[in-house]
C-alpha cells in the first residue's frame, strides 16, 4: 500500500535593506564579528526598537507578489526564549495580526503538472545572531552582526504532496521574490531559510497524520533530500505498526539522515504577547496599492509574455525567466535587432553559462547583436562566433568583426583559395578521390571536413561544396 | 538671577557637599556620585550658551536612566558596576538645557517596590523619620529633594513610582501623559506603563523639568507628535470643574490624608473651582490588572539579563548555557523581581493567555474608558488623595507584597489610563507629609501643571524641607 507525503513550508527569507529592522546598523554579509551592532540590537538595557520603513515597504510588496491580502493593521509581537544569539531574550515578529494572509503560488509540480500553493501568511520579524562554534578552543563565541536582520516568514498551507514539489515550489518561490526585487535569495548567505512541516497518511484520507518539523535545511537540494528521509522514516514507523510523535529534526546532509532535536513536551511555550515598544503598524491603502503598482511585472507574467510576443517554447521561456536579469538580457538582444530564437539560444548556451560562474553579463546586448549578424551575413561560422563570443568579453573596445578578424576567423569565400585548399585535400587522399569517382558519393562530407580542416575553420563550408564537385567531376 | 552670574563651580562644590552630609546622615539615597565629575558638568555648563530655567541646577537621576559617564546599575546586583554606552534621550535634553547630572539615586531593583526597600544597595530613609520609608520605587530622587541635596530629580513612573513617594516626602511629582517623555534609555519594567517623570519642591520646578525632556523622539517609536510640555500659570481656578471620585474617598481612608485633602477642597472651592462627585467603578480593579500587564511586560523586559553579553555572570554547577542562566538569574535579581518575573511567565504562558493577559487588557480599555467618560461629561481635572496612609515603616510590608502592592492604589489607575497626574503636597498628619493628587485628561498636561501651580499656592503645608 502507498503512502501520501504533505508538507508545508515555512520560508524566511531576509528583505533586502541596506540597514537593520529595528536599528541603524549595516545588513552587509561577511563582515568582521560585532561590527555591524548598537544598543538596540546588543539589547543593552534602555534600548528601544524603531521599525525600518523600508523593511516594511519590502515585506508589503512580498505579500503583493504572492498575492496576499496586506493588513491595514499587523502588531508587533514578542516571541519569549532564552538562547546565546537573542540578545533581548525575545524575539521581535508578528503573531496573531500578521502583516498579509491569504494568498498563493502557482508552480509546476514535476509529478502533477500545473500546481498551485495557498499562501497560510506572510509576516516581519528580526532574524537572531550567530554561535561561532570553531572560533575559539572550547568556548563559543558570538556574532550579532546578523542579530535584527528584517526577515519575511512566508508560511505555505500543507499543500505540496512529494519532496520534489516542494523543491520546485521553493524554486517558483525563490524566483517571484528575486523578481518583485525584495530579497537576493542567497541560500549561502543565509538569505534564504527553510523549515518544513511533514506528514504522511494513505492516498484518499481526509485526515492529516501527526506531522513533524525539519529545520533549517540548507539547501534546496537538501529540502529535498531531507524530506525524502523524514518520509521514509515515518513510513518506516507507521509500516512497523509504530505512531509518528510530533518532533522537531534537524537534517544532517553529510549522513542523510534526520535526527529529532525536541519533542512536543520539550518545545518552548514562547508566550507571545504585543510588544509595547511598538504600536501597531498601520498601513493606509493609498501606500499598499501604490505598492502593488510598482510591483515589477513577475516570472509567471513574463513567461507568458515571452511565449507570446516571441513565439518560444515554454522551455525557452521558463528557463529565461530563471533570473530577472537573463530575461532584461534576451529582450535587449532582440531589440537590438536579433531574431528571438537564435536571441533565446546564444542567451540559454553561452550567455548563461558565463552568468552562472559570474553573476553577470561579460558581453553589452548590443555587441552580442553585432556578433550574431555576422553569423547570419556569412563571415562567421557559428563555431568561429563562439569563439569571438569569448574573447568579447575581454576585449571590451573591440567590434566582433575587429576581433574575428584578429582571431583570423573570418570565412573565406574566394575562389581562389578555396580551390587550393581543395586541391591539397584532394593530393593527399588518392584513395577517397578513386572511391568517390567509382561511385562512393557519400565521401563528399569528409572531403567537406578535410577542407575545413585544412582552411583551420575559416573556409565558408557553402562555397568548398561546389568547388570539390567540380574538381572531383 | 542671570545665566552669566551663576557661580557654577561654586554650584557643584555645594551640591557635592550637600551629597556628602546626606550619605553621612544615613540618607542612603544615592548609588553613585563623584565630584570630579560634578566639576566637569559645571565646566560643561560654563562652556554652552543653554539659558533656561534649568541652567546650572543640580538633578539627581534614578538609576534605571542611563547615564554614559556612570554606571546604572537598576538597584540590582544583577548590573552591578555596568557603564551604559550611551546617554538617555532625557539625559541628553537635561544637559542641553544646561543642568548638571549630580548623581545617581537609590531605587527599588528594576523601579519594583513602592517603599525603596527592595534596592541590592540597601534602603533608602525618610528624610523626615529614618525609620518610615520615603516611598518607591523613585524614593532616592524623592529623598534627596525633600532633604533639600539637590532641587530637581527625574525618577519614573510605571504604577505611581513618582507620585508615591513625592505624597510621603512632601514634594511634587509629576507625571507626564504616555508618550510626551522619550523612554530611550531608561531600563525598561512595565513598557506600556514606563513615564519618566520629574520630582521638584515646587510645581514649577518639576514642570520645568518635565518640559526639558519632553518631547517627541526618534528613538522611541510610542513618543507622540506633540510638542515639548509647557509650564503654563493661572490666577485662579474660576470656571473649572474639579471632580471627586467616590471610589478614591474610602470610609476607611486615614484620618490625616482625609483631613488634608478635605483642606485641599476647599482650597479648590476657594480659587473658584466647582467641585462635583464622580464615579470610576473599574478603579477598584486597577492594583490586580496592574499586577498582570506589569509583570507580564516585565519577564520579557528583563529576559536580557542572562550573564551573556554584560552585568554579573555565574556560571551554574553543570556548566552548560542553562545553568549560566539559572545562576546568573537566581542571584543576581531579588526577590520582588524573581516573583513579578514569575507571575509574568505565568500569566503569559499557554492556556493563561487568555484567563490573565488578554483579561487584563480588556480591563484596562475599561478603566481608561472611565476617565474618559468623566471627562467628557464636564469634569475638567480630578482631585484624589496620591495615597492612602502618609510613610509607613520600613519592614512594616516587606513580608506581604499585597498590602505593598496596595500602597499604589490610587496611582495605578492613572497609570494604566496613560494619563497625566501630578502629586503635590497638601499638609501633615503627624508630622509627615500627605499628598494630593491632580489628574488631567490625556495630553492636558499643561492645563494640569498649570492648574496644580494655583491650587499649591493656597493650601499649606508646602514642601517643608528639612535643612
Same mark, same amino acid.
Given at each position: 500500500?502507498?503512502?501520501?507525503?504533505?508538507?508545508g513550508?515555512?520560508?524566511?527569507?531576509?528583505?533586502?535593506?541596506?540597514?537593520?529592522?529595528?536599528?541603524?546598523?549595516?545588513?552587509?554579509?561577511?563582515?568582521?564579528?560585532?561590527?555591524?551592532?548598537?544598543?538596540?540590537?546588543?539589547?543593552?538595557?534602555?534600548?528601544?526598537?524603531?521599525?525600518?520603513?523600508?523593511?516594511?515597504?519590502?515585506?508589503?510588496?512580498?505579500?503583493?507578489?504572492l498575492g496576499c491580502?496586506?493588513?491595514?493593521?499587523?502588531?508587533?509581537?514578542?516571541?519569549?526564549?532564552?538562547?546565546?544569539?537573542?540578545?533581548?531574550?525575545?524575539?521581535?515578529?508578528?503573531?496573531?495580526?500578521?502583516?498579509?494572509t491569504g494568498g498563493a503560488v502557482e508552480?509546476?509540480?514535476?509529478?502533477?503538472?500545473?500546481g498551485r500553493v495557498g499562501i497560510t501568511r506572510?509576516?516581519?520579524?528580526?532574524?537572531?545572531?550567530?554561535?561561532?562554534?570553531?572560533?575559539?578552543?572550547?568556548?563559543?563565541?558570538?556574532?550579532?552582526?546578523?542579530?535584527?536582520?528584517?526577515?519575511?516568514?512566508?508560511v505555505s498551507e500543507p499543500d505540496l504532496?512529494?519532496?520534489?514539489?516542494?523543491?520546485?515550489?521553493?524554486?517558483?518561490?525563490?524566483?517571484?521574490?528575486?523578481?518583485?526585487?525584495?530579497?537576493?535569495?542567497?541560500?549561502?548567505?543565509?538569505?534564504?531559510?527553510?523549515?518544513?512541516?511533514?506528514?504522511?497518511?494513505?492516498?484518499?484520507?481526509?485526515?492529516?497524520?501527526?506531522?513533524?518539523?525539519?529545520?533549517?535545511?540548507?539547501?534546496?537540494?537538501?529540502?529535498?533530500?531531507?524530506?525524502?528521509?523524514?518520509?521514509?522514516?515515518?513510513?518506516?514507523?507507521?509500516?512497523?505498526?509504530?505512531?509518528?510523535?510530533?518532533?522537531?529534526?534537524?537534517?544532517?546532509?553529510?549522513?542523510?539522515?534526520?535526527?529529532?532535536?525536541?519533542?512536543?513536551?520539550?518545545?518552548?511555550?514562547?508566550?507571545?504577547?504585543?510588544?509595547?515598544?511598538?504600536?501597531?503598524?498601520?498601513?493606509?491603502?493609498?501606500?499598499?496599492?501604490?505598492?502593488?503598482?510598482?510591483?515589477?511585472?513577475?516570472?509567471?507574467?513574463?513567461?507568458?509574455?515571452?511565449?507570446?510576443?516571441?513565439?518560444?517554447?515554454?522551455?525557452?521561456?521558463?528557463?529565461?525567466?530563471?533570473?530577472?536579469?537573463?530575461?532584461?538580457?534576451?529582450?535587449?538582444?532582440?531589440?537590438?535587432?536579433?531574431?528571438?530564437?537564435?536571441?533565446?539560444?546564444?542567451?540559454?548556451?553561452?550567455?548563461?553559462?558565463?552568468?552562472?560562474?559570474?553573476?553577470?553579463?561579460? *558581453?553589452?546586448? &548590443?555587441?552580442?547583436? @553585432? #556578433? !550574431?549578424?555576422? +553569423?547570419? %551575413?556569412?563571415?562567421? =561560422? $557559428?563555431?568561429?562566433?563562439?569563439?569571438?563570443?569569448?574573447?568579447?568579453?575581454?576585449?571590451?573596445?573591440?567590434?566582433?568583426?575587429?576581433?574575428?578578424?584578429?582571431?583570423?576567423? *573570418?570565412?573565406? &569565400?574566394?575562389?581562389? @583559395? #578555396? !580551390?587550393?585548399? +581543395?586541391? %591539397?585535400?584532394?593530393? =593527399? $587522399?588518392?584513395?577517397?578521390?578513386?572511391?568517390?569517382?567509382?561511385?562512393?558519393?557519400?565521401?563528399?562530407?569528409?572531403?567537406?571536413?578535410?577542407?575545413?580542416?585544412?582552411?583551420?575553420?575559416?573556409?565558408?563550408?557553402?562555397?568548398?561544396?561546389?568547388?570539390?564537385?567540380?574538381?572531383?567531376? | 538671577?542671570?545665566?552669566?552670574?551663576?557661580?557654577?563651580?561654586?554650584?557643584?562644590?555645594?551640591?557635592?557637599?550637600?551629597?556628602?552630609?546626606?550619605?553621612?546622615?544615613?540618607?542612603?539615597?544615592?548609588?553613585?556620585?563623584?565630584?570630579?565629575?560634578?566639576?566637569?558638568?559645571?565646566?560643561?555648563?560654563?562652556?554652552?550658551?543653554?539659558?533656561?530655567?534649568?541652567?546650572?541646577?543640580?538633578?539627581?537621576?534614578?538609576?534605571?536612566?542611563?547615564?554614559?559617564?556612570?554606571?546604572?546599575?537598576?538597584?540590582?546586583?544583577?548590573?552591578?558596576?555596568?557603564?551604559?554606552?550611551?546617554?538617555?534621550?532625557?539625559?541628553?535634553?537635561?544637559?542641553?538645557?544646561?543642568?548638571?547630572?549630580?548623581?545617581?539615586?537609590?531605587?527599588?531593583?528594576?523601579?519594583?517596590?513602592?517603599?525603596?526597600?527592595?534596592?541590592?544597595?540597601?534602603?533608602?530613609?525618610?528624610?523626615?523619620?529614618?525609620?518610615?520609608?520615603?516611598?518607591?520605587?523613585?524614593?532616592?530622587?524623592?529623598?534627596?529633594?525633600?532633604?533639600?541635596?539637590?532641587?530637581?530629580?527625574?525618577?519614573?513612573?510605571?504604577?505611581?513610582?513618582?507620585?508615591?513617594?513625592?505624597?510621603?516626602?512632601?514634594?511634587?511629582?509629576?507625571?507626564?501623559?504616555?508618550?510626551?517623555?522619550?523612554?530611550?534609555?531608561?531600563?525598561?519594567?512595565?513598557?506600556?506603563?514606563?513615564?519618566?517623570?520629574?520630582?521638584?519642591?515646587?510645581?514649577?520646578?518639576?514642570?520645568?523639568?518635565?518640559?526639558?525632556?519632553?518631547?517627541?523622539?526618534?528613538?522611541?517609536?510610542?513618543?507622540?507628535?506633540?510638542?515639548?510640555?509647557?509650564?503654563?500659570?493661572?490666577?485662579?481656578?474660576?470656571?473649572?470643574?474639579?471632580?471627586?471620585?467616590?471610589?478614591?474617598?474610602?470610609?476607611?481612608?486615614?484620618?490625616?490624608?482625609?483631613?488634608?485633602?478635605?483642606?485641599?477642597?476647599?482650597?479648590?472651592?476657594?480659587?473658584?473651582?466647582?467641585?462635583?462627585?464622580?464615579?470610576?467603578?473599574?478603579?477598584?480593579?486597577?492594583?490586580?490588572?496592574?499586577?498582570?500587564?506589569?509583570?507580564?511586560?516585565?519577564?520579557?523586559?528583563?529576559?536580557?539579563?542572562?550573564?551573556?553579553?554584560?552585568?554579573?555572570?555565574?556560571?551554574?554547577?553543570?556548566?552548560?548555557?542553562?545553568?549560566?542562566?539559572?545562576?546568573?538569574?537566581?542571584?543576581?535579581?531579588?526577590?520582588?523581581?524573581?516573583?513579578?518575573?514569575?507571575?509574568?511567565?505565568?500569566?503569559?504562558?499557554?492556556?493563561?493567555?487568555?484567563?490573565?493577559?488578554?483579561?487584563?487588557?480588556?480591563?484596562?480599555?475599561?478603566?481608561?474608558?472611565?476617565?474618559?467618560?468623566?471627562?467628557?461629561?464636564?469634569?475638567?481635572?480630578?482631585?484624589?488623595?496620591?495615597?492612602?496612609?502618609?510613610?509607613?515603616?520600613?519592614?512594616?510590608?516587606?513580608?506581604?507584597?499585597?498590602?505593598?502592592?496596595?500602597?499604589?492604589?490610587?496611582?495605578?489607575?492613572?497609570?494604566?489610563?496613560?494619563?497625566?497626574?501630578?502629586?503635590?503636597?497638601?499638609?501633615?498628619?503627624?508630622?509627615?507629609?500627605?499628598?494630593?493628587?491632580?489628574?488631567?485628561?490625556?495630553?492636558?498636561?499643561?492645563?494640569?501643571?498649570?492648574?496644580?501651580?494655583?491650587?499649591?499656592?493656597?493650601?499649606?503645608?508646602?514642601?517643608?524641607?528639612?535643612?
Amino acid at each position: 500500500m502507498s503512502w501520501e507525503t504533505v508538507i508545508g513550508l515555512e520560508v524566511h527569507v531576509q528583505l533586502r535593506t541596506r540597514t537593520k529592522m529595528f536599528c541603524a546598523d549595516r545588513t552587509t554579509f561577511g563582515d568582521p564579528p560585532n561590527t555591524n551592532v548598537c544598543p538596540v540590537c546588543l539589547g543593552l538595557p534602555g534600548a528601544l526598537p524603531v521599525p525600518n520603513a523600508e523593511a516594511v515597504r519590502l515585506g508589503v510588496r512580498a505579500a503583493l507578489a504572492l498575492g496576499c491580502t496586506v493588513h491595514e493593521t499587523s502588531v508587533f509581537a514578542r516571541k519569549n526564549y532564552f538562547y546565546p544569539d537573542l540578545p533581548k531574550g525575545y524575539q521581535i515578529s508578528q503573531y496573531d495580526r500578521p502583516l498579509a494572509t491569504g494568498g498563493a503560488v502557482e508552480f509546476e509540480s514535476p509529478t502533477r503538472g500545473r500546481g498551485r500553493v495557498g499562501i497560510t501568511r506572510l509576516h516581519l520579524e528580526e532574524d537572531a545572531g550567530k554561535l561561532l562554534h570553531d572560533r575559539v578552543p572550547d568556548r563559543t563565541a558570538i556574532d550579532l552582526n546578523r542579530a535584527g536582520t528584517p526577515l519575511a516568514e512566508i508560511v505555505s498551507e500543507p499543500d505540496l504532496r512529494s519532496a520534489a514539489e516542494a523543491r520546485a515550489y521553493l524554486q517558483t518561490l525563490r524566483q517571484i521574490l528575486i523578481f518583485a526585487g525584495v530579497s537576493d535569495c542567497s541560500m549561502e548567505q543565509g538569505s534564504l531559510r527553510v523549515d518544513a512541516n511533514v506528514s504522511i497518511r494513505r492516498p484518499g484520507d481526509p485526515r492529516l497524520g501527526t506531522k513533524t518539523e525539519v529545520k533549517n535545511v540548507n539547501s534546496f537540494a537538501n529540502v529535498e533530500r531531507a524530506l525524502e528521509a523524514e518520509q521514509l522514516r515515518q513510513q518506516a514507523l507507521l509500516e512497523s505498526g509504530a505512531r509518528v510523535t510530533q518532533v522537531t529534526l534537524l537534517f544532517n546532509a553529510g549522513t542523510g539522515q534526520v535526527k529529532p532535536i525536541r519533542s512536543k513536551e520539550e518545545s518552548h511555550d514562547y508566550r507571545y504577547f504585543p510588544d509595547p515598544d511598538l504600536p501597531p503598524l498601520v498601513l493606509h491603502p493609498t501606500f499598499v496599492s501604490e505598492q502593488r503598482a510598482a510591483l515589477p511585472e513577475l516570472p509567471e507574467a513574463r513567461r507568458t509574455r515571452l511565449i507570446g510576443a516571441f513565439a518560444l517554447s515554454a522551455y525557452d521561456a521558463s528557463v529565461l525567466t530563471s533570473e530577472p536579469a537573463l530575461a532584461g538580457y534576451f529582450e535587449s538582444v532582440v531589440a537590438a535587432g536579433v531574431e528571438p530564437k537564435t536571441a533565446a539560444n546564444w542567451v540559454i548556451g553561452d550567455v548563461m553559462t558565463s552568468f552562472n560562474q559570474t553573476g553577470g553579463f561579460s *558581453v553589452e546586448p &548590443s555587441r552580442l547583436a @553585432a #556578433l !550574431v549578424n555576422l +553569423v547570419r %551575413e556569412g563571415v562567421l =561560422s $557559428h563555431r568561429a562566433a563562439k569563439r569571438v563570443y569569448a574573447e568579447l568579453g575581454r576585449a571590451a573596445d573591440e567590434t566582433p568583426r575587429a576581433v574575428a578578424e584578429r582571431l583570423g576567423l *573570418v570565412q573565406v &569565400s574566394e575562389e581562389g @583559395a #578555396l !580551390v587550393g585548399w +581543395v586541391d %591539397e585535400v584532394l593530393r =593527399s $587522399h588518392p584513395n577517397e578521390v578513386g572511391r568517390y569517382r567509382a561511385g562512393e558519393s557519400k565521401l563528399m562530407g569528409f572531403f567537406v571536413g578535410q577542407v575545413m580542416k585544412r582552411s583551420k575553420g575559416k573556409a565558408d563550408p557553402k562555397g568548398v561544396q561546389p568547388v570539390l564537385a567540380d574538381r572531383l567531376r | 538671577m542671570t545665566a552669566s552670574a551663576l557661580d557654577l563651580q561654586g554650584v557643584a562644590r555645594d551640591t557635592g557637599a550637600r551629597l556628602t552630609r546626606a550619605e553621612r546622615d544615613g540618607l542612603n539615597a544615592v548609588l553613585h556620585w563623584d565630584q570630579a565629575l560634578l566639576d566637569a558638568e559645571a565646566s560643561r555648563v560654563e562652556q554652552s550658551r543653554a539659558g533656561g530655567p534649568l541652567r546650572g541646577v543640580p538633578v539627581a537621576i534614578k538609576d534605571n536612566i542611563v547615564t554614559a559617564e556612570q554606571p546604572t546599575t537598576c538597584g540590582s546586583k544583577i548590573l552591578e558596576g555596568y557603564c551604559s554606552p550611551y546617554s538617555a534621550t532625557a539625559i541628553d535634553r537635561l544637559r542641553a538645557a544646561g543642568a548638571l547630572i549630580a548623581a545617581k539615586s537609590n531605587l527599588d531593583e528594576f523601579a519594583m517596590g513602592s517603599s525603596t526597600e527592595h534596592s541590592a544597595y540597601g534602603r533608602v530613609r525618610h528624610p523626615l523619620d529614618p525609620e518610615r520609608v520615603p516611598g518607591g520605587s523613585s524614593g532616592g530622587s524623592a529623598a534627596l529633594v525633600a532633604a533639600g541635596v539637590v532641587p530637581i530629580a527625574l525618577g519614573s513612573e510605571t504604577g505611581g513610582s513618582v507620585r508615591q513617594p513625592a505624597s510621603f516626602c512632601g514634594v511634587v511629582g509629576l507625571k507626564p501623559s504616555y508618550g510626551r517623555v522619550s523612554r530611550f534609555g531608561l531600563v525598561a519594567f512595565g513598557s506600556s506603563l514606563d513615564c519618566i517623570s520629574t520630582f521638584g519642591r515646587t510645581v514649577r520646578d518639576a514642570g520645568e523639568t518635565l518640559s526639558a525632556i519632553s518631547g517627541p523622539d526618534p528613538r522611541d517609536a510610542t513618543t507622540v507628535d506633540r510638542p515639548p510640555i509647557a509650564v503654563e500659570s493661572m490666577a485662579d481656578l474660576a470656571g473649572l470643574t474639579i471632580g471627586l471620585p467616590a471610589e478614591y474617598f474610602p470610609a476607611d481612608l486615614h484620618p490625616g490624608v482625609a483631613a488634608a485633602l478635605r483642606e485641599t477642597i476647599e482650597a479648590v472651592k476657594a480659587l473658584g473651582a466647582r467641585v462635583r462627585e464622580v464615579s470610576l467603578p473599574h478603579s477598584k480593579y486597577a492594583v490586580p490588572t496592574y499586577y498582570i500587564v506589569n509583570p507580564a511586560e516585565a519577564a520579557a523586559n528583563l529576559a536580557r539579563y542572562d550573564g551573556v553579553r554584560y552585568g554579573q555572570r555565574r556560571i551554574g554547577p553543570e556548566g552548560d548555557i542553562r545553568a549560566l542562566y539559572r545562576a546568573t538569574r537566581g542571584s543576581g535579581f531579588g526577590p520582588e523581581v524573581r516573583r513579578r518575573i514569575l507571575v509574568g511567565t505565568y500569566v503569559l504562558s499557554a492556556g493563561y493567555y487568555e484567563a490573565y493577559y488578554r483579561k487584563a487588557q480588556q480591563v484596562r480599555a475599561l478603566i481608561a474608558g472611565d476617565f474618559e467618560r468623566v471627562f467628557c461629561d464636564g469634569v475638567d481635572l480630578l482631585l484624589t488623595p496620591t495615597t492612602p496612609t502618609p510613610a509607613f515603616r520600613a519592614g512594616e510590608k516587606t513580608d506581604d507584597p499585597v498590602t505593598m502592592y496596595l500602597a499604589d492604589i490610587f496611582t495605578t489607575a492613572v497609570s494604566l489610563a496613560g494619563l497625566p497626574a501630578i502629586s503635590i503636597p497638601a499638609g501633615r498628619s503627624d508630622g509627615l507629609p500627605v499628598g494630593a493628587q491632580l489628574i488631567a485628561p490625556l495630553h492636558r498636561d499643561e492645563r494640569l501643571i498649570a492648574v496644580a501651580g494655583v491650587v499649591e499656592g493656597a493650601i499649606a503645608g508646602g514642601a517643608e524641607v528639612r535643612r
